[in-house]
């Protein structure tokens, strides 16, 4: 747990940058290195204090501008006012050849008051990054609000919806290792201090031991909050389910912690505790906001399932591939949910009907999902009272992560979920203090219903609108499995008397273009049924296809049921354009590239029964080989090359325009 | 019995196996007696599932297995080397007519540059040239595979004549094009897909695939 050298790894490249990018950058050295002969000693000094002078600039800079935070990825450094030998940037090199010496020599001498301040600032920072872990997006904003990495994307990277998460996990990874950019900061002022080796020597043990003070208390201060936290754990049944940051994220931050002077350990302690416990509760959230948690991990699989509500057991036939998510295992869970219901009093009971329902598999599809986890949130919100001595703000937080995490063991968040529960929590946040809490309850509540009235019921109006004007008479449609904005845009079509006929291609296991059929049917349309197999076959046939999608991810590429991808390249190699037809509030920033880093196993028991045919038993025993493996996979992502056209409620865009459409008015609506 | 196979090189991967050959299976098995280890994916390949069959037997001789549904194919091929697959019939221009569904995964395997590899015995060589191959060089399977006809008679609404309001579609074949072909194997080697017209004059007679004006005599 040296902050030192996770800090140095992140570090080279920019004092290398420096030397290439800086012409200025030999000469640099050469001033430190005058002063070094003047005060220091040997010529060996000078050799090996010249890589540390050229890292000095670089901390130095780092230390200047408490208020201004190098942007973490920039190479350069905002400058000491006045101070010279600062930056990276050839400018500044420049400068720093000519004057460097001098404000240097003063600048070292204050570095130890300076070091100091800063270190109380980058704990701030830490600190506030630290928060991340407790509540949700309101502080997060905050953080990114100061922090200068990709604003806009930290916070909605901090969400606490299902697969938006991974690209979380790329950029919080980002940011929290650029904070210990600026830590390190503190380290080499404290370690590069003076020009001279003898000095470094000394402000390096100097600063060494501040670090280790504080890492002491620190780390004991942690553990005793780790042990109680476990206690806690304990008694609970359910613990806050919160952003969570990746372990990895997790480790990081807990060594800035070990930097935070001992004064903010008060705040990180509960922290500490909170990430720790959510790590933990992480092995049935795996899809949870923050970057998921990786199941290969034996370590942390075993620490998490000491803690989750919802017994799982260990699945077996592992599918190597898809190790790193969580293995389906289904009969275990509705008899212990049940019987847990009592116990878990935490649980508001649509809620917990909601679970309930997600787990049999009686609500299904994006759009059904996330207005049933809503419509269950405001119930709950109707029913909340606000616990003595807790603000609403923070304690409705923690329910409603509660909740989510219930949720999530339930059947791993989809994407409209994630961005609603990020709405809602955005929402409380921005609550106002001045309210009472009556007042405060009936805004969520009404938030939520705007949130469902135009995010979802006015945007399927206006899809359908859009959508209608490509049908024309005598089209023949293809749809696949069952989407219900592509539904509504054929019910409408059929309603405004256009003449077209249906296609239906369905899929195992779900086939669920069955039931899409049986509506079209008893409405009248016209409509032929194949399985996904014939699609080359029928092909020929169709003019349009029609998809829906579960989201669309920034690069264009539409994450939706499985086997979209092949209906939209078997049309695309035979010239049928592809309509998505998706609402706004699906898009995610996350991108992906193919169905595998991200996922949802489904039921692998749905492969080996065919219903209606008894003969099929081939498969019954699967789980008795070890050779044998079924995959049942729930998503996929079709890239957007096959793809002609997105229909949502902003209009008809191309893939490209996803992230600019999630740039421009997701940002509008404030949710992030 | 295929002397072509040796010459292959399997990496410890997954290979990709539609509906069920006994040729594929006599393939994979030969490898792996030859100490090959790999990983093989096997679409079920509904509606006849014939995927299922051939993914129990591959685990009977020992190899890993992973059954993976139809629609999935695109988003597995990604982590596929070699797409393995048998063939109805070989028609003279190198296309082949294979169980339906093969042609999606010769698309998919085009796109994501993995090779399709044909198994055929040269018995199964047809010198004729497919075309329209969907329709004509088809059969149509019956629908209750798909849905039974009690599933839907109750919403069906018969007032409305012709056409039938429902139309269920079950293919038996389909035609995958020469140029999605990476490489037949077949009794006598590995060939191209554009060699395949060279090996209909061993088996069939010049009378069947040369046009050639009947003498009026």
């Given at each position: 747990m040296d902050p030192r050298r996770v800090s140095r790894t992140v570090i080279d490249p920019m004092v290398?940058?420096?030397?290439?990018?800086?012409?200025?950058?030999?000469?640099?050295?050469?001033?430190?290195q005058s002063i070094q002969s003047g005060t220091a000693e040997s010529v060996a000094g000078l050799v090996s204090s010249s890589p540390p002078s050229v890292s000095d600039i670089d901390p130095v800079g780092n230390s200047l501008s408490p208020v201004m935070i190098p942007p973490p990825n920039h190479a350069s450094v905002v400058p000491l006012p006045g101070a010279v030998p600062t930056q990276m940037s050839p400018l500044r090199m420049n400068d720093s050849r000519t004057g460097s010496?001098?404000?240097?020599?003063?600048?070292?001498?204050?570095?130890?008051?300076?070091?100091?301040?800063?270190?109380?600032?980058?704990?701030?920072?830490?600190?506030?990054?630290?928060?991340?872990?407790?509540?949700?997006?309101?502080?997060?904003?905050?953080?990114?609000?100061?922090?200068?990495?990709?604003?806009?994307?930290?916070?909605e990277a901090a969400t606490v919806g299902g697969r938006s998460l991974r690209m979380t996990s790329n950029l919080t990874k980002v940011s929290v290792v650029n904070m210990p950019m600026d830590i390190p900061g503190i380290e080499f002022i404290e370690k590069g201090k003076g020009a001279s080796v003898d000095v470094q020597k000394e402000r390096e043990s100097g600063g060494k031991k501040l670090k280790e003070k504080t890492s002491k208390a620190e780390r004991r201060a942690i553990q005793e909050a780790q042990r109680a936290a476990k206690a806690s754990a304990k008694n609970a049944g359910t613990a806050s389910k919160n952003p969570k940051q990746q372990p990895k994220i997790a480790k990081n931050s807990q060594k800035k912690d070990n930097l935070q002077i001992p004064s903010k350990s008060l705040a990180s302690e509960k922290n500490d505790a909170e990430r720790l416990l959510e790590k933990d509760r992480k092995r049935d959230g795996s899809l949870v906001p923050q970057p998921r948690m990786q199941f290969d991990d034996k370590h942390r699989v075993e620490k998490a399932k000491r803690r989750s509500v919802v017994n799982r057991c260990e699945a077996r036939n592992i599918v190597e591939l898809f190790r790193h998510?969580?293995?389906?295992?289904?009969?275990?869970?509705?008899?212990?949910?049940?019987?847990?219901?009592?116990?878990l009093d935490a649980i508001h009971p649509s809620v917990y009907k909601v679970g309930m329902q997600y787990l049999t598999g009686d609500v299904m599809g994006g759009?059904?999902?996330?207005?049933?986890?809503?419509?269950?949130?405001?119930?709950?919100?109707?029913?909340?009272?606000?616990p003595s001595e807790k603000t609403l703000v923070r304690d409705l937080t923690a329910k409603i992560g509660s909740y989510v995490s219930f949720l999530i063991e339930c059947r791993p968040l989809s994407i409209s979920m994630g961005n609603a529960i990020r709405f809602l929590k955005n929402r409380i946040a921005k609550l106002p203090v001045t309210l009472s809490e009556a007042e405060a309850k009936i805004n969520l509540q009404s938030d939520i219903d705007h949130f469902i009235n135009e995010k979802i019921v006015i945007a399927d109006k206006a899809i359908v609108e859009h959508a209608i004007t490509k049908i024309s008479d005598g089209d023949v449609l293809l749809t696949h499995g069952s989407s219900c904005v592509v539904e509504m845009i054929l019910l409408s079509a059929f309603e405004q008397g256009k003449q077209f006929r249906v296609i239906i291609v369905d899929s195992r296991p779900k086939l669920e273009g069955k039931m899409l059929l049986r509506r079209l049917i008893a409405k009248g349309l016209s409509c032929t049924y194949t399985h996904i197999n014939a699609i080359s076959y029928i092909m020929h046939e169709v003019t349009r296809v029609f998809l829906g999608a579960a989201s669309v991810l920034c690069n264009g590429a539409v994450y939706s049921r499985v086997g979209t991808a092949c209906v939209a390249m078997v049309a695309h190699a035979f010239r049928v354009p592809v309509m998505i037809c998706c609402e706004a509030y699906k898009f995610e920033t996350r991108v992906q590239l193919d169905s595998i880093c991200s996922n949802e196993l489904g039921d692998p028991n749905a492969i080996s029964k065919v219903p209606g045919r008894k003969d099929l038993n081939h498969l019954e025993n699967w789980s008795?080989?070890?050779?044998?493996?079924?995959?049942?996979?729930?998503?996929?992502?079709?890239?957007?090359?096959y793809i002609s056209m997105i229909i949502t409620d902003y209009g008809m865009v191309p893939p490209t325009s996803v992230p600019v459409i999630v740039r421009e008015y997701c940002r509008e609506q404030i949710w992030i | 019995k295929l002397s072509g196979f040796g010459k292959i090189i399997y990496i410890n991967r997954g290979h990709f196996n539609l509906g069920r050959s006994r040729t594929v299976k006599e393939f994979l098995s030969a490898a792996k007696e030859k100490k090959r280890s790999f990983r093989v994916f096997v679409a079920e390949g509904a509606p006849r599932y014939q995927g299922h069959v051939l993914a129990k037997e591959l685990v009977?001789?020992?190899?890993?297995?992973?059954?993976?549904?139809?629609s999935a194919i695109f988003a597995m091929i990604s982590r596929v080397n070699m797409v393995i697959v048998g063939a109805h019939a070989v028609m003279a221009n190198g296309g082949i007519i294979a169980p339906v569904g093969l042609n999606m995964l010769a698309l998919a395997a085009k796109k994501h540059a993995v090779p399709f590899v044909v198994l055929a015995g040269n018995h199964k060589l047809c010198p004729l040239y497919p075309h329209n191959p969907e329709v004509l060089l088809n059969d149509q399977k019956c629908p209750s595979d798909l849905i039974e006809f009690g599933e839907f008679s109750d919403c069906m609404n018969f007032a409305i004549g012709d056409p039938p309001q429902l139309h269920v579609v079950n293919p038996a074949f389909d035609y995958v094009p020469p140029e999605l072909i990476s490489l037949f194997i077949t009794d006598t080697g590995g060939h191209n897909p554009s060699y395949i017209y060279r090996l209909i004059s061993d088996y069939y007679s010049p009378e069947d695939f040369v046009l050639q004006r009947n003498l009026v005599s």
């Amino acid at each position: 747990m040296d902050p030192r050298r996770v800090s140095r790894t992140v570090i080279d490249p920019m004092v290398r940058t420096v030397g290439f990018n800086a012409p200025g950058a030999p000469p640099p050295p050469q001033p430190h290195q005058s002063i070094q002969s003047g005060t220091a000693e040997s010529v060996a000094g000078l050799v090996s204090s010249s890589p540390p002078s050229v890292s000095d600039i670089d901390p130095v800079g780092n230390s200047l501008s408490p208020v201004m935070i190098p942007p973490p990825n920039h190479a350069s450094v905002v400058p000491l006012p006045g101070a010279v030998p600062t930056q990276m940037s050839p400018l500044r090199m420049n400068d720093s050849r000519t004057g460097s010496y001098s404000p240097l020599e003063s600048l070292l001498e204050t570095l130890s008051p300076r070091s100091r301040v800063n270190v109380s600032e980058f704990a701030d920072e830490t600190t506030v990054l630290g928060l991340i872990g407790k509540s949700g997006r309101g502080i997060l904003e905050k953080t990114a609000s100061s922090l200068p990495v990709s604003n806009g994307e930290l916070m909605e990277a901090a969400t606490v919806g299902g697969r938006s998460l991974r690209m979380t996990s790329n950029l919080t990874k980002v940011s929290v290792v650029n904070m210990p950019m600026d830590i390190p900061g503190i380290e080499f002022i404290e370690k590069g201090k003076g020009a001279s080796v003898d000095v470094q020597k000394e402000r390096e043990s100097g600063g060494k031991k501040l670090k280790e003070k504080t890492s002491k208390a620190e780390r004991r201060a942690i553990q005793e909050a780790q042990r109680a936290a476990k206690a806690s754990a304990k008694n609970a049944g359910t613990a806050s389910k919160n952003p969570k940051q990746q372990p990895k994220i997790a480790k990081n931050s807990q060594k800035k912690d070990n930097l935070q002077i001992p004064s903010k350990s008060l705040a990180s302690e509960k922290n500490d505790a909170e990430r720790l416990l959510e790590k933990d509760r992480k092995r049935d959230g795996s899809l949870v906001p923050q970057p998921r948690m990786q199941f290969d991990d034996k370590h942390r699989v075993e620490k998490a399932k000491r803690r989750s509500v919802v017994n799982r057991c260990e699945a077996r036939n592992i599918v190597e591939l898809f190790r790193h998510l969580p293995q389906y295992v289904h009969g275990t869970q509705l008899p212990e949910l049940e019987s847990k219901f009592f116990k878990l009093d935490a649980i508001h009971p649509s809620v917990y009907k909601v679970g309930m329902q997600y787990l049999t598999g009686d609500v299904m599809g994006g759009n059904a999902r996330c207005m049933a986890m809503l419509l269950a949130f405001r119930d709950a919100i109707k029913d909340y009272s606000t616990p003595s001595e807790k603000t609403l703000v923070r304690d409705l937080t923690a329910k409603i992560g509660s909740y989510v995490s219930f949720l999530i063991e339930c059947r791993p968040l989809s994407i409209s979920m994630g961005n609603a529960i990020r709405f809602l929590k955005n929402r409380i946040a921005k609550l106002p203090v001045t309210l009472s809490e009556a007042e405060a309850k009936i805004n969520l509540q009404s938030d939520i219903d705007h949130f469902i009235n135009e995010k979802i019921v006015i945007a399927d109006k206006a899809i359908v609108e859009h959508a209608i004007t490509k049908i024309s008479d005598g089209d023949v449609l293809l749809t696949h499995g069952s989407s219900c904005v592509v539904e509504m845009i054929l019910l409408s079509a059929f309603e405004q008397g256009k003449q077209f006929r249906v296609i239906i291609v369905d899929s195992r296991p779900k086939l669920e273009g069955k039931m899409l059929l049986r509506r079209l049917i008893a409405k009248g349309l016209s409509c032929t049924y194949t399985h996904i197999n014939a699609i080359s076959y029928i092909m020929h046939e169709v003019t349009r296809v029609f998809l829906g999608a579960a989201s669309v991810l920034c690069n264009g590429a539409v994450y939706s049921r499985v086997g979209t991808a092949c209906v939209a390249m078997v049309a695309h190699a035979f010239r049928v354009p592809v309509m998505i037809c998706c609402e706004a509030y699906k898009f995610e920033t996350r991108v992906q590239l193919d169905s595998i880093c991200s996922n949802e196993l489904g039921d692998p028991n749905a492969i080996s029964k065919v219903p209606g045919r008894k003969d099929l038993n081939h498969l019954e025993n699967w789980s008795d080989s070890e050779n044998l493996q079924l995959l049942n996979l729930t998503y996929d992502a079709t890239p957007s090359d096959y793809i002609s056209m997105i229909i949502t409620d902003y209009g008809m865009v191309p893939p490209t325009s996803v992230p600019v459409i999630v740039r421009e008015y997701c940002r509008e609506q404030i949710w992030i | 019995k295929l002397s072509g196979f040796g010459k292959i090189i399997y990496i410890n991967r997954g290979h990709f196996n539609l509906g069920r050959s006994r040729t594929v299976k006599e393939f994979l098995s030969a490898a792996k007696e030859k100490k090959r280890s790999f990983r093989v994916f096997v679409a079920e390949g509904a509606p006849r599932y014939q995927g299922h069959v051939l993914a129990k037997e591959l685990v009977a001789k020992g190899l890993q297995t992973t059954v993976i549904t139809d629609s999935a194919i695109f988003a597995m091929i990604s982590r596929v080397n070699m797409v393995i697959v048998g063939a109805h019939a070989v028609m003279a221009n190198g296309g082949i007519i294979a169980p339906v569904g093969l042609n999606m995964l010769a698309l998919a395997a085009k796109k994501h540059a993995v090779p399709f590899v044909v198994l055929a015995g040269n018995h199964k060589l047809c010198p004729l040239y497919p075309h329209n191959p969907e329709v004509l060089l088809n059969d149509q399977k019956c629908p209750s595979d798909l849905i039974e006809f009690g599933e839907f008679s109750d919403c069906m609404n018969f007032a409305i004549g012709d056409p039938p309001q429902l139309h269920v579609v079950n293919p038996a074949f389909d035609y995958v094009p020469p140029e999605l072909i990476s490489l037949f194997i077949t009794d006598t080697g590995g060939h191209n897909p554009s060699y395949i017209y060279r090996l209909i004059s061993d088996y069939y007679s010049p009378e069947d695939f040369v046009l050639q004006r009947n003498l009026v005599s």
